[in-house]
């Protein structure tokens, strides 16, 4: 009898896969070496514990329930994916019970499915970038940007102002240099002021030039940002921030196309293209009388709203692959991948950023990633509290959700529960965390997508 039981452990001793056992009460008696090094841990220090203590706390109430629906019978089996160190185990649960029917306890088989996950997320992105729509240096699969594309195309060519309107990281300066890429004045460079950072008293200056002693320390004439964007484009950046002084001047200039520099009444005309941008709301600072009601209509010639990235998640993996290429190629890494926690992660987060936001997360975790696949622990702090919002729980695998063989023998509202949590993930894995198609899959109002989110990640 003992040879056989030595035979049998070094059998299981043997084999790739990662072997736990735990008994009728649920405690651990066997735990096999492959299973210690996908784990990360030491059998000895949990041996005679119960089978919960090697799963995470996010995920006990679950697996609790698991081994109840094995141990009465109501399932033969189950699956769950789970994500360790970047790699990707498939867990089987199988009830172990003797000749009459008595329950024994529980095997647990990890297989490593690393190859064929990374083959999945592999053919998501390539389906992704078949998909994705590109302009001068965008890149995009969101049909709300459509629009903007189109804009850009439709406007490029003429002379009108252009005014850009969306939230701070955006991407309203590529949106000004995809318009002056794709106009005649493209053979000159365009010339970006950003408004805000500019000192109110060197605004006039520095838009507009000044005249040799104009002032105290101006020795030489210089050209102001007007006369170096002759003959090409000027990109007013936050032009919401103008002085109303400088406003004044710059009604001037969109009115006749001519500047006077400080300390000079020479006019000097300019044949310069105006595109302006704005993260705030000029209609509501003319109500104010912060900015001045006939530049702002003069600027109103073709508006161009940037939806933020919330609005369009279905860009955030995409951009981030774009991103993390990017970066690896710049530092000089082999490229690297993103884990599914990470992918969710990403997914959870509002982007209050937006775009400028996801890329210094990308650049800072090429930079800090010490291995193939980049995780949660890689992002800002800030993505990792991402679930706080309602989104979905990145700390959970994807997949964490056991998948019975046979017939459920649950209550109505278990198997309702059960079922339509499995629809959900099912829609978003389908979408690629885009909530509002999701809610369009699944007949429901995107409130009430969120609302369910919620409970599902309560229980």
Known sequence: MQQSSDLYRNILESVVDGIIFSDADDRLTFINRRAEEIRGIKAQNFIGRTIISVHSPNSAGRIREL???????????????????????????????????????????????????????????????????????????????????????????????????????????????????????????????????????????????????AFTGAVSNHRGKFEQADHSTIFLDEIGDLPLTAQAKLLRVLQERTISRLGSEKDIRVDVRIIAATNRNLKQLVADGLFREDLYYRLHVITLPVPPLRERREDILAMAEYFIKRFCDRMGRPQLGLCESTRLALLSHDFPGNVRELEHAMERAVALCAGDCIAPSDLPDSFLAARSDGGPNWQQPLYDDYQPHDELRHSLADARGASERRLILDALARTNGRKAEAAKLLNISRKTLWEKLKQINQT
């Open 67 to 213: 081994l109840q629906h094995l141990r009465d019978g109501t399932i033969t089996q189950a699956k769950r994916v789970i994500e360790v160190k970047g790699r990707y185990f498939e867990n089987i649960y199988y009830p172990v019970k003797d000749e009459i029917g008595n329950y024994q306890g529980t095997l647990l088989i990890s297989r490593d499915i690393t190859e064929r996950q990374q083959l999945q997320n592999e053919n998501r992105s390539l389906r992704q970038r078949v998909s994705c729509c590109s302009f001068s240096g965008f890149v995009s699969i969101s049909a709300s940007m459509l629009p903007v594309f189109q804009t850009i195309g439709a406007v490029a060519g003429l002379e009108s102002t252009v005014l850009i309107t969306g939230e701070s990281g955006t991407g309203k300066e590529l949106v000004a240099a995809a318009i002056h890429c794709n106009s005649a004045r493209k053979d000159r460079s365009m010339i970006t002021v950003n408004c805000a950072a500019l000192p109110e008293h060197l605004v006039e200056s520095e838009l507009f030039g000044y005249q040799r002693g």
